[in-house]
């Protein structure tokens, strides 16, 4: 089993920054990636950053240039700097497990290994 817990949401202003963290810890070996999620009230879940060995990087059109994922391999940590953040942005984030692969969008397949989500609310 793979655990995912995710922090460091909250409220921002528009144009301003945060950080959220996504911690794996169990079966850590069952995966090589991490993808960000996020799903704001009334839609669909979406894919918007991946980070799998390599690394490779993956950004959806939609954040690229403004949200940078990183990791940290020995504390088995990704974090998603989000930068110039918008109202769009508004949504609960959720950290997944997967893999890479060539024939999915962002070359990412979700395993169905996913955090509780944080919170993130862009607002003045």
């Known amino acids: 089993q793979v655990q995912l817990v995710e922090s460091g949401g909250g409220l921002v202003e528009p144009g301003g920054s945060l950080t959220l963290s996504c911690v794996a810890s169990?079966?850590?070996?069952?995966?090589?990636?991490i993808g960000w999620y996020r799903q704001a009230p009334g839609k669909q879940r979406e894919l918007v950053a991946t980070i799998v060995d390599g690394p490779r990087l993956g950004y959806a059109d939609s954040v690229a240039g403004r949200f940078t994922i990183s990791r940290d391999k020995d504390r088995n940590t990704v974090y998603l700097q989000m930068d110039r953040l918008e109202a769009e942005d508004t949504a609960v984030y959720y950290c997944?497990?997967?893999?890479?692969?060539?024939?999915?969008?962002?070359?990412?397949?979700?395993?169905?290994?996913w955090g509780n989500g944080t919170l993130v609310t862009v607002s003045s």
């Open positions: 997944n497990a997967g893999f890479y692969s060539s024939s999915r969008y962002l070359n990412y397949y979700s395993l169905d290994y």
């Open positions: 169990g079966s850590t070996s069952s995966f090589n990636g």
